[in-house]
């Protein structure tokens, strides 16, 4: 009895991981194949990640990305850091609150109240309001990761710096953050791929001219699929792999999310 | 004038008291050690000379200068923490440079300055280790040359051995004497052990609930305590209450229940019917077979209940024919003995007036 509910529960598992990953690999199997239809396996080509390569609005479009990627992880981090040591600093319940409820908004009503917010203000939507948002929804997860890692700190080494004559600051500089710098970096990486992804804040808040990488695929999707999508979602997957990979590298309890606030 | 003063200090957690009202003058130069159970405060009394809590009410003085003010960094004193607080991200060196960097030292200086401090601490050779490849011990002292390295005016200790082996914990205790007395820096160590804070310290302050109950010289502590509670937990003590019988010259006769009229000689000038104890040292009773007829101030029969063989000496508990428990104890010196009596021998105890010590409850 007991062996075959732990067979049943494999085969369970095997078909979730099935149903989440086949899709996937579709994707990357069909980016490879020699044909304009994404239907039965003709041969193997690099020509549409030529097509790729050639292609103006795709470049554009990533070059957003990655500009905008790169804003919103370095800006993100650094006020994450700020929040999560807050939170570690000041044990109210306010301040977890404060940050973590953006995260679990629904992220189409971060994008339409940020929509509202930057007409409320006159803002001109391109590529700095998109900026802009996607450090707002950053914030938080960088937040969460940096809070972790300070929890694992010894709380005397902090005290044992400014026995030292550090000030809180030099306290903080010399002793608290190369500690949680593997949280930190870890937080970065993950905001720079959650900003890669982004669709939905990022089609509210981009305005007429303004095309991200996700933006740009949508559009063609719309045509149809093509081949040329196929290869360009491949390497968006193979990005945010590696940096997913990275900063569990540095920053285990992520993996972990039951244990991570020990 | 005393180095460090501690003016009716009182740090309060909610409803509770952690430190009530505390009076202590510490000089230059002393060894002085808190002394106390788990949970009396000893701590939060250290924390607040650091700098890292803030006294409820009272005054820190350092040098007639009062600390209120002043945040731990600007403090000149360091503390060596429970759990060593070594940086872990840092070096041997890298841990004891930082408060020469913070100090802003000239660079070129601070080489030769780490190398002194752990030479004085018996490390040279382990600057470039990191502290997860050290032993306990070895964390230890570069926590304390961290400490002394800028050469404070004062350090205060947190239980520093607390976590060591006892063969550890010896050596270390007679390198810290040693220390001391070359740094000439004042220590304030923290300990639960009174066989520590008795073989380390110039002056204890003995600690019970917040309160400081006695300050004052090992031997004096050991063989004077002011209170009930100060006997008690500094070494072994039998302690006698009852009713003042009768005073005659400087020697008070206090019936005891269940032992009978003990006699002790005291200075107080205490009316007769008040309540009053005895403290009595297990080391200052004789105990044999049979004492002999010569005269005594205290002397009660009675059968040995039990005893705890501690290898150097022997303790009896002894059940006197009134029915009172006394702890005796014999140093087993005598070549060929291992003990002396078994459980059940008769046995007669023997004390002069001046053996115990005279405390008004
Ligand atoms: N930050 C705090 N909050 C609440 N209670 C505390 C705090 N720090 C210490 N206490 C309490 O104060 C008392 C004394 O603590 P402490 O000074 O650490 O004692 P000791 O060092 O003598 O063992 C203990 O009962 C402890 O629970
Ligand atoms: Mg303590």
Known sequence: MRKRRITLAKVAAAFGYAFLYLPLVIVVVYSFNDSRLNAEWVGFTLNWYR?????????????????????????????GTMAGFAMHRWKTRVLPILVLTPIAIPEILVGVSLLIFFVLLNF??????????????????????VRARMAGMDESLTEAARDCGATPWQAFRYVTLPLIMPGVIAGALMAFTLSIDDFVITFFTAG???????????????????????????LLMLLTLLLIVIASRLSPSLLRSQESTP | MPLLELRQVTRRFGDFTAVDHVD????????????????????????????????DEGQVLLDGVDLADS?????????????????????????????????KTPAREIP????EALEDVRLTGFGRRYPHELSGGQRQRVAIARALVTHPTMLLLDEPLAALDAKLREEMQIELINLQKQ????FVYVTHDQTEALALSHRIAVMNRGNVEQVDEPSKVYRFPKSRFVADFIGQCNLFSGTVAARDGGIVSIAVDALGTVRVATPSTIAPGTRASIALRPEQIRIGASQGDTASDNRFRGTVSDLLYMGDVTVY??????????????????????????PGDAVEMDWPAAAGHFIED
């Open chain 1, 51 to 79: 097509t790729l390569f050639a292609d103006d609005d795709m470049l554009v479009a990533a070059r957003n990305s990655l500009v905008i990627g790169l804003c919103a992880s370095a800006v993100s981090t650094v006020l």
């Open chain 1, 124 to 145: 001109t939507l391109g590529l700095v309001s998109v900026a802009i948002a996607h450090i707002a929804f950053c914030i938080g997860f960088v937040a969460i990761v």
């Open chain 1, 208 to 234: 007429a001219g303004t095309v991200t990488l996700p933006l740009q695929i949508y559009s063609m999707i719309k045509i149809a699929v093509t081949p040329e999508v196929n290869a360009v979602s491949t």
């Open chain 2, 24 to 55: 202590l003058a510490i000089d230059a130069g002393e060894f002085f050690t808190l002394l106390g159970p788990s949970g009396c405060g000893k701590t939060t009394l250290l924390r607040m000379i650091a700098g890292f809590e803030q006294p």
């Open chain 2, 71 to 103: 945040p731990p960094e600007a403090r000149p004193v360091r503390t060596v923490f429970q759990s060593y607080a070594l940086f872990p991200h840092m070096s041997v060196e890298g841990n004891v440079a930082f408060p020469l960097q913070m100090a």
């Open chain 2, 112 to 115: 030769k300055r780490v190398a």
């Open chain 2, 183 to 186: 740094a000439g820096i004042t």
């Open chain 2, 317 to 342: 508990r002894v059940r006197t024919d009134g029915g009172a428990e006394v702890e005796a104890l014999l140093a087993n010196s005598q070549t060929g003995r291992a003990k002396f009596f078994e």
